[in-house]
Nanobody, 127 residues
């Protein structure tokens, strides 16, 4: 089992920045990738970004590319999501996720390819 705890959400104005953190514990050695997803009210959960534990390859949704940066601190078992130039459409609950397997999922942008999930942290961007 892998336990994930997110932090860093909050209320900001459009154009401002936030950094989310996700601390992983437990059997993290069995995981090869960490992802961030988000879910706005009335919408499906959508992929935001993904990073591999080993070579730190990164993948982003088109909607956040150039504004968000995912990074990983292997020593701390922590994944970060730096979010710049936030817009009201970024408002959502942000979830951290970890897969259970030796490779980054081929379909890394699909939520059900991640076995472990955090409780989520709310990000609200006002206009």
């Amino acid at each position: 089992q892998v336990q994930l705890v997110e932090s860093g959400g909050g209320l900001v104005q459009a154009g401002e920045s936030l950094r989310l953190s996700c601390a992983a514990s437990g059997r993290t050695f069995g995981s090869s990738a960490m992802g961030w997803f988000r879910q706005a009210p009335g919408k499906e959960r959508e992929f935001v970004a993904c990073i591999s534990w080993s070579v730190k390859s990164t993948y982003y949704a088109d909607s956040v590319k150039g504004r968000f940066t995912i990074s990983i601190d292997n020593a701390k078992n922590t994944v970060y999501l730096q979010m710049n130039s936030l817009q009201p459409e970024d408002t959502a609950v942000y979830y951290c996720a970890a897969n259970d397997g030796p490779r980054v999922p081929r379909y890394y942008y699909v939520a059900h390819n991640y076995e472990y999930w955090g409780q989520g942290t709310q990000v609200t961007v006002s206009s």
